[in-house]
């Protein structure tokens, strides 16, 4: 799937660049870096849904949304400079297991469509960070669905819970949702 990401402080929100990974960061091949601003916090990763997406019915198939949430993860590690690496002292962040997630699923997607994942952080914590992502039309008019994702990070010697580097940190606090 094609995707191209782009990256919103928070509400309001306004366009801006990714944060290192120099041009097209996040996005697939093929794809180039575009702008998604929906007033809604955090980031967003614009995508298509294609043909062998779908179901039976012609919507977009249960499972796909948990892959969009991982996409979208993927490309705002990208958009924030950072790659994955085989060494792990190169980037120990990258090593975190998905704990927990869940999908409510609102309205389908039918067809073939561009479409939008919305991804902000809930909480942070020492050794964990829960995000929500939301699945929207390329208009953000629809939500199809919304996510919720713990990760844990894991010290890859012990396979143990370990904190996160200050660098993440410091990118993950700006992805928190405001407090209501």
Not at 144 to 151: E, G, L, N, S, T
Request: charged share 20%.
């Amino acid at each position: 799937m094609p995707g191209t990401a782009a990256r919103s402080p928070g509400p309001p929100a306004a366009p801006a660049q990714p944060s290192g990974g120099g041009p097209g960061a996040g996005a697939a091949p093929g794809a180039s870096a575009g702008h998604e601003d929906q007033g809604q916090p955090g980031f967003a990763w614009r995508t298509r849904v294609v043909f062998d997406d779908l179901d039976a019915m012609g919507m977009l198939h249960n499972a796909r949304y948990l892959i969009l949430a991982e996409r979208a993860a993927s490309a705002f590690f990208e958009a924030s400079g950072w790659r994955w690496e085989r060494d792990a002292a190169l980037n120990p962040d990258q090593h975190y297991v998905v704990r927990e997630q869940s999908v409510r699923y609102l309205e389908p997607v039918t067809g073939p469509c561009d479409i939008v994942v919305q991804m902000w952080a809930d909480r942070l914590g020492e050794t964990s960070a829960a995000f929500g992502f939301e699945v929207r039309s390329a208009d953000g008019s629809r939500v199809h669905a919304r996510i919720r994702r713990v990760h844990v990070k894991l010290d890859t010697g012990s396979l143990r819970p370990a904190p996160w580097t200050p660098r993440l940190r410091k990118q993950l606090q700006a992805l928190l949702r405001p407090a209501a």
